[in-house]
């Protein structure tokens, strides 16, 4: 009993001491995406939706965040890989995306506030502006729901073009 009594305060000494040094250690909130999950969404106002593979490792080094996803949308797949980092010098953190090979990547900063993740980015078509916010809740360590928004008017007003949720389903 002495044995199983011993491995409790380890085990929970342990917890304690990841849970501070996560605390202490702004790049590590980009462990809550660390695994194998899968999605599914729904575009608003349409009854087309959208299934992805999402995978979730840190780099080589532990330096960024890499996730690989296959996405499955009207009969077609698409691959999307897109890596995460946290920049100390101006606490704040940012992603990069590569959608399908040759595609034009896209780029923003990224916001981390509890559970809840929101970042954006923008671009212009026929010198029009459109900004885009993602966030993503995580309401348990095995699930978040996600919510993409559009803009056409610099963010006074949002518009919903995607909803859905992801489950861990693997480390």
Request: net charge neutral; proline share 4%; with cysteine.
């Amino acid at each position: 009993m002495r044995m199983k009594a011993l491995f409790c305060v380890v085990t929970i000494m342990t917890c304690s001491v990841a849970a501070v040094a996560q605390h202490d250690q702004p790049e590590k909130k980009l462990s809550a995406f660390l695994g194998k999950w899968q999605t599914e969404g729904q575009f608003a106002g349409s009854e087309n939706k959208v299934q992805t593979t999402l995978d979730c490792r840190w780099s080589p080094q532990g330096s960024y965040l890499i996730c690989e996803q296959t996405i499955h949308m009207g009969g077609s797949e698409h691959r999307q890989l897109t890596i995460y980092s946290y920049n100390p010098a101006e606490n704040d953190y940012a992603y990069t995306t590569l959608a399908d090979p040759g595609a034009k990547p896209t780029s923003g900063r990224m916001e981390i506030k509890g559970n809840i993740w929101t970042y954006a980015s923008s671009f212009e078509s026929n010198g029009r502006v459109t900004h885009l916010r993602t966030t993503n809740e995580f309401t348990d360590p095995k699930t978040e729901i996600f919510k993409v928004e559009s803009s056409n008017d610099g963010g006074a007003t949002w518009k919903t073009l995607l909803q859905g949720s992801a489950h861990k389903t693997g480390d």
